[in-house]
């Protein structure tokens, strides 16, 4: 008889490890691959701060993030 494992439908606690988690590399669409990016501040807003990442060989704007 195979164990079934329990799950919980309650979000699991984040770890502080991910609070400031970044991208170092994304897919851009013009190099057709993944490479490496900057992280660039946007603007602040009363909800935290929006980031633009770009790749570092085009400058393509390839992903973007929005901190609490």
Same mark, same amino acid.
């Given at each position: 008889?195979?164990?079934?494992?329990?799950?919980?439908?309650?979000?699991?606690?984040?770890?502080?490890?991910?609070?400031?988690?970044?991208?170092?590399?994304?897919? *851009?669409?013009? *190099?057709?691959?993944?490479?490496?990016?900057?992280?660039?501040?946007?603007?602040?807003?009363?909800?935290?701060?929006?980031?633009?990442?770009? *790749?570092?060989?085009?400058?393509?704007?390839?992903?973007?993030?929005?901190?609490?």
């Amino acid at each position: 008889m195979a164990a079934r494992a329990a799950y919980s439908n309650s979000q699991p606690e984040e770890s502080a490890s991910y609070e400031k988690f970044s991208a170092s590399q994304l897919y *851009c669409a013009k *190099c057709k691959q993944a490479m490496p990016v900057k992280e660039r501040l946007l603007l602040y807003i009363p909800g935290g701060e929006m980031f633009d990442y770009t *790749c570092v060989k085009c400058g393509t704007s390839v992903g973007s993030r929005k901190t609490k």
